[in-house]
């Protein structure tokens, strides 16, 4: 036969994109605060400073192991604004710091310094401000 041979695609490993499972978040509690006045002419709409964000999130999961290591999906262009990040055992309120780094694919990778109890629920609070994009919102 004659022709050419159709150009192969490197293999999808989609579990490079996947979060760990020894923990599953069960609610997300947002707060979201946007730098612009609604009132705004067109010119400060198109301005950066509309652009820009405050929030925070109340993550509440279930330790389905026992591990001090955690990781979410978040953006590099959010930015933590708490220096530590404290992750909360909702059945006896013991509470351990955890620091974190970004590692490839937007995933925020943290260590606690003591680790979760396999079947408890815990809460983690994230403080943070952040920009849009012209790809959207994240």
């Known amino acids: 036969t004659t022709g050419s041979t159709p150009a192969t695609r490197p293999p999808s490993n989609s579990s490079i994109y996947r979060l760990p499972t020894s923990a599953w978040p069960n609610q997300y509690n947002l707060l979201l605060k946007f730098d ?21 999130v ?6 389905n192991e026992a591990t001090n290591q955690l990781a979410i999906h978040l953006d590099r262009n959010v930015v933590l604004t708490d220096a530590q990040i404290i992750v909360t055992n909702l059945a006896n309120g013991q509470t351990f710091f955890a620091s974190g780094s970004y590692s490839d694919f937007q995933i925020f990778r943290l260590t606690l310094a003591a680790p979760l109890t396999a079947g408890n629920d815990y809460t983690m609070l994230l403080k943070f401000r952040g920009r849009t994009s012209s790809d959207g919102f994240y």
Do not use: Q, W
């Open 58 to 63: 109340t993550i509440t999961f279930r330790a």
């Open 36 to 56: 612009h006045d609604p009132y705004s002419s067109i010119a400060e709409v198109n301005s950066p400073k509309f652009l820009t964000y405050t929030g925070e």
